[in-house]
């Protein structure tokens, strides 16, 4: 092996220290080992140390004998750590036993640079020096790089001006022994100004290039400075069609460094001009075929490039001998590069045909053929059809199939207007034998045996042979290997034809190499973090390999936490080659090593604030006189969230959030009170606090417990809930989760719009009702975007049960179930169709009310007895409405519903049944807009059983989608095609425009 | 300072210094056991044995900078008979079978670890032969290697301790 000389600067460590204890040292390493251990005791900072974590690092334990092997290893485990640097080991003879041995471990910590404190006249801001060491050193450099710092600065000040900047470092302790603060003093001295600037160049203004580069006298020699205003005029005179200048900056320093002079070299280059001379090419063409406005150049590479362009976009459209050249001109100062295209003649593709096949059928081929007679034709185009062809015969197993075309030219012909040479293709085939696999041997496959490499195989006794899957095939049995962690394990395949062709024997070698498999899994960097939580996602276990599926599913495990801003995982050597075999005879069949696996991370903020406001504007119904009324309604909003996240390192979190809007209120119908107005006031609002539980007990789903205040304002209600609800959830893969939760709430209905006497019983009995109810839900996303899905399916069932067994006051089952698909379309350019139906059924359980009067006293039948009223409808807050953005688009929010469903005046009394189904035509989107046409049908019905195709209300619309950032905005139009007269006389709008955030569906 | 600690250490009853660490080659640890391996059996082939312990050290620096960045390429893996071969002139350079055994296990390695360092010092011999040709002349060879260790060596991080 070839090694330099070592390098001075690491001669200066450790010297006659070294040389003086190697020596004492040895006879003493000799005398101590194979002596029982009778004492291990671990020290940091004079303290001893009983960290479970650190305790199971330390490999030499009492009652065992003294090995240095032990004590090299655990060294290797505790550096890997990151958390020590210096360590030692010290040993002494025992007074209690004569072949004893005690150790003791001094650790000293890594100390890193928590605080960076700049003193002294910085000329810069503190952001940017520190930003500085930053990217060259991290965010937290150990503090044994101090002297790093100073290199950094010096660099940084030099760069700027500073010739002779003095920086000094100082350590201070930190709050913790890990973290010190790095004191920077800094004197960064006189700065070298700017004495006089001069440039050079023909036909350059000097005057407008000094101020375009800021190169006043007197200005600061700042040298990123003046780069940075460099580029900026050299790309200034490329887009002014100078696409050959070049600007240079040198500068001459006085004796003592104080002033600069500086030159500035400025070659403009001639002005280019693009001339296309010869057969026309088309306007909205010529840039893309001549990038040299895009490319800002005229590299000799670029315009040959560019003549290529130019003739092989000809002879696609038919000119099949096209070509083009360029010439290159001074004129005047100016550079014309002149392209000069020549199309010849025009072919056209007369008729194409097939012969030579035999084993292979014309229908297998003809799909293969996309070429029409009557087309323009292009060799390349004919080219790749035969390419298609002979890969058929290749998946076929005639590896030695020959797919050649033979193109004749006829004479010229005129259709129309335009003459052209009609083309007749013929594709000739010689199939040649057919291969077959023979036998398939593996050889080398020791450490894992045949049986598991074998299924892997593609290429398998009588399968046609195709080379490609041979590839196939060994980049799986290589894979197989990795992650069985033989991470140079080598795969080779020899491949034996028999004469006729028709049999190949394929032979494979492994080369194993050696095995590396996970000594410790360190993790480091976790500081609120329970480790345990960690090893718990890390699919590398101590004494498996070490495999590169388990390494990428720890790191995606880890990241999909949330808890850590950075996961890194590193091996750590240690150790060498382990003999496979404890049989000596057999020491040389190496096999394995040892790695340790650092877990690094960094912790994310446990705390997060997170607020933002918006303005949602759309139609509500309001109360106008004695009738409903589509209102135009402004409602400004703002949102407060604070999470902590991790809590007792058990990824635990739990959340506040609270919502208001500012929305205009009617009273109530029923409403005596003359102050009361309504209008505008914070009367919606949500706070909802929430606990989450990852993986309680140790099962496989999320616990979630949330407790909630919330007031709303609807069309022909408002009401005020507060609750709990408790939430299990399970993923089954990515796609499919199933939960289960239970909810105890009260809700209050105020400001009912819906005269008392057509006002359903149960909101007349119950206007405050409580509710125990159990759900169950099933859902399946399998959509490739949530905000702007173009391909994929949602499927969900949800069903709800409240029974006064359970502590309901009115029993009732809901269930809503859902089914959205979303494909792309089979064009050129990516329409997206998506449909979906949604169906909501609800029934109420029977109850009997004692009817009472205003005064709450109960109300005598002619018998005498108590009179009572039987409740069987679904609380308000639990029916179905349906009409807006999201659901029937020709209609705005819950006004769609049939005679049964709405009032005299128009108010929605919600329903029973509830169905909605959408279909969607969605556009790509071009510069950011798209483009959509839709269809909506639905209905709320009065009961369930009421669901009827018949009384399904139509609308139909467009919209405009803008991809912004947060998600497609989109602006609906929405037509009612149905448009019926309402009760009172008036007839449904129709017309109704949404905006808002996100696809409908 | 090293001696000087161990000295004072050792008047002091606190026990003799048996291991510790030297130096910190981007996590990777270098301890005084390597040194005194690397200057017993010869380990660095460049380095003579009777060289002193902080040329033994800057060699093991920059071996470790080396290997580094040959892991990243994964050379072919040696044959087996080249590590043989190499692990024979090893232990003949020990003198006798009992004396290399005794310095394996007096600074903590075995025979499986030092097999593994013989693969790593031909994989690096491998991967500076593909990188640097050997028809160049030797002199500009190592010119070239010299400078690529060196610039190894600014974008690592390289802790020595001990001073």
């Given at each position: 092996m070839a090694l330099v000389r070592p390098s001075p600067v690491v001669l200066a460590a450790v010297a006659l220290s070294i040389v003086l204890s190697a020596g004492s040292a040895r006879a003493d390493v000799i005398s101590f080992l194979g002596r029982t251990l009778v004492d291990v005791r671990i020290e940091v900072n004079g303290a001893a140390l009983v960290e479970p974590g650190i305790v199971q690092l330390i490999e030499t334990r009492v009652g065992e004998p003294l090995s240095m092997e032990r004590v090299r290893e655990t060294i290797e485990h505790l550096v890997g750590l990151g958390r020590f640097e210096d360590i030692r080991v010290f040993a002494e003879g025992s007074s209690l036993r004569a072949d004893g041995v005690a150790l003791r471990w001094v650790l000293v910590p890594l100390q890193r640079i928590a605080v960076i404190e700049l003193a002294g006249s910085l000329g810069f801001s503190a952001a940017e020096l520190r930003t500085a060491i930053a990217d060259r050193l991290g965010a937290r450099p150990a503090a044994s790089r101090a002297s790093e710092v100073v290199t950094v600065l010096t660099d940084f000040y030099v760069q700027r001006g500073y010739r002779r900047p003095q920086i000094g470092t100082r350590l201070a302790a930190g709050s913790r022994t890990e973290v010190a603060t790095l004191v920077v003093s800094i004197d960064p001295g006189a700065r070298t100004v700017i004495d006089g600037a001069m440039v050079r160049g023909e036909n350059v203004n000097s005057t407008a290039v000094l101020s375009a580069l800021r190169l006043e006298r007197g200005r600061p020699y700042d040298v990123p400075a003046i780069d940075a205003r460099v580029q900026d005029y050299e790309t200034g005179l490329r887009d002014a069609g100078y696409y050959e200048a070049n600007v240079d900056v040198a500068a001459t320093f006085s004796a003592d460094g104080s002033t600069a002079n500086v030159t500035v070299d400025v070659d403009r280059g001639p002005l280019v001009r693009v001339v296309f001379a010869g057969d026309p090419l088309p306007e909205n063409r010529r840039d893309t075929l001549v990038p040299i406005r895009q490319e800002r150049s005229v590299d000799l590479d670029l315009l040959e490039d560019a003549s290529r362009n130019i003739a092989a976009f000809l002879r696609q459209q038919g000119y099949r001998a096209a070509a083009a050249t360029y010439v290159r001109e001074e004129r005047s100062g100016e550079m014309v590069l002149t392209f000069t295209a020549t199309r010849g003649p025009l072919h056209r593709l007369s008729a194409i045909d097939v012969v030579g096949n035999s084993a292979v059928a014309d229908a297998d081929i003809l799909p293969l053929l996309p070429l029409e007679p009557g087309e323009a034709f292009a060799d390349n185009r004919v080219a790749t059809v035969a390419a298609a062809v002979t890969e058929l015969y290749r998946v076929r197993g005639f590896a030695r199939a020959v797919v050649k075309p033979e193109i004749v030219v006829q004479a010229e012909q005129t259709t129309g207007d335009a003459p052209f040479r009609p083309v007749t293709v013929r594709l000739m085939i010689a199939e040649g034998p057919r291969t077959t696999v023979g036998a398939v041997t593996i050889r080398g496959a020791t450490q894992l045996s045949e049986l598991r490499v074998r299924p892997l195989l593609g290429l398998i006794e009588g399968r046609p042979f195709y080379r490609p899957q041979l590839d196939a095939d060994r980049d799986a049995v290589e894979r197989l290997y990795q992650n069985e962690g033989f991470r140079s394990a080598r795969v080779d395949a020899e491949t034996a034809l028999s004469g006729d062709g028709t049999v190949l024997e394929v032979k494979w070698n492994v080369r194993e190499g050696p095995r590396t498999v996970v000594d410790h899994v360190l993790v480091s960097g976790t500081v609120r973090t329970n480790p345990d939580l960690v090893r718990r996602e890390i699919a590398l276990l101590p004494g498996q390999a070490l495999g590169d599926d388990a390494l990428i599913e720890s790191q995606r495990r880890l990241a999909a936490l949330?808890?850590?801003r950075r996961v890194r995982i590193i091996e750590l050597p240690h150790g060498g080659l382990d003999a496979a075999s404890p049989d000596p005879a057999q020491a040389d069949a190496v096999a394995t090593i040892s790695r340790d696996v650092l877990i690094e991370l960094e912790e994310a903020p446990s705390t997060t604030v997170s607020y933002g406001g918006g303005v949602e504007a759309g139609r509500r119904l309001r109360r106008e006189g004695d009738q409903a009324q589509e209102q135009i309604e402004l409602a400004p909003r703002g949102f407060l969230e604070i999470s902590r996240r991790n809590l007792w390192g058990k990824n635990r979190s739990v959340t506040l959030l609270t919502r208001v809007s500012i929305r205009p209120r009617d009273p109530g119908v029923e409403s005596t009170d003359p102050t009361d107005q309504g209008g505008y006031g914070f009367n919606e609002y949500r706070i909802v606090g929430t606990f989450r539980e990852p993986r309680p007990f140790d099962a496989t789903g999320d616990f979630q417990f949330t407790a909630f205040v919330e007031q709303a304002i609807r069309s022909s209600f408002n009401f005020n809930r507060r609750g709990v609800r408790g939430e299990y959830a399970r993923r089954f893969g990515p796609a499919l989760t199933v939960s289960g939760r239970y909810t105890f709430d009260r809700t209050r209905l105020f400001d009912e719009q819906i005269q008392p006497e057509v006002r359903l019983l149960v909101d007349r009995v119950f206007p405050r009702v409580r509710l125990s109810t159990l759900t169950g839900s099933v859902l399946r996303d399998s959509r490739?975007?949530?905000?702007?899905?173009?391909r994929g399916a949602v499927v969900g069932i949800d069903t709800a049960v409240a029974p006064?067994?359970?502590?309901?006051?009115v029993g009732f089952v809901k269930t809503s179930s859902q089914l959205f698909v979303y494909r792309r379309l089979p064009t050129r350019a990516a329409w997206t169709v998506a449909a979906g139906v949604r169906v909501g059924i609800a029934v109420g359980f029977e109850r009997t009310v004692a009817r009472r009067d205003e005064d709450g006293v109960p109300v005598l039948g002619p018998d005498g007895q108590p009179m009572v009223d039987v409740v069987d409808d679904v609380p308000a807050s639990e029916r179905f409405f349906a009409g807006g953005d999201s659901t029937v688009r020709g209609f705005v929010l819950d006004r769609l519903g049939t005679a049964q469903t709405l009032d005299d005046q128009g108010f929605p009394t919600g329903g029973n049944g509830l169905v909605v189904a959408n279909v969607e035509l969605r556009s790509p989107y071009w510069k950011g807009l798209g483009g959509v046409g839709f269809f909506d049908a639905g209905n709320v019905f009065r009961r369930a059983s009421d669901i009827s195709a018949v009384d399904m209300r139509p609308s139909a619309g467009f919209g405009v989608r803008y991809r912004s950032p947060l998600g497609p905005l989109r602006v609906d139009l929405g037509f009612n095609l149905d448009r019926r007269v309402l009760a009172s006389g008036a007839r449904e709008r129709g017309t109704v425009f949404h905006i808002s955030l996100g696809q409908a569906f | 300072m090293i001696v000087a600690l161990s000295v004072w250490m050792t008047l002091a009853g606190q026990g003799e210094l048996i291991e510790r660490t030297l130096a910190i080659v981007s996590g990777q640890v270098i301890t005084l056991s390597d040194v005194r391996l690397a200057q017993q059996?010869?380990?660095?082939?460049?380095?003579?044995?009777?060289?002193d312990a902080d040329t033994v050290l800057a060699g093991l620096i920059e071996r470790t900078l080396m290997l580094r960045e040959v892991e990243r390429y994964a050379p072919p893996e040696p044959a087996d008979t080249l590590v043989a071969e190499e692990l024979d002139r090893v232990r003949s350079r020990a003198g006798s079978a009992e004396t290399f055994n005794r310095t394996l296990q007096a600074n903590g390695f075995t025979d499986g670890r030092l097999r593994g360092w013989i693969r790593d010092d031909l994989r690096i011999r491998s991967y500076l032969s593909q990188r640097f040709a050997v028809t160049a002349a030797e002199s500009n060879r190592q010119d070239l290697i010299a400078d690529w260790v060196a610039d190894l060596r600014r974008r690592a991080v390289v802790v020595v301790l001990g001073r």
């Open positions: 949330g808890l850590f490739d975007d949530v905000l702007d899905p173009t006064r067994m359970i502590g309901s006051e | 059996l010869g380990l660095l082939p460049d380095i003579d044995r009777s060289a």
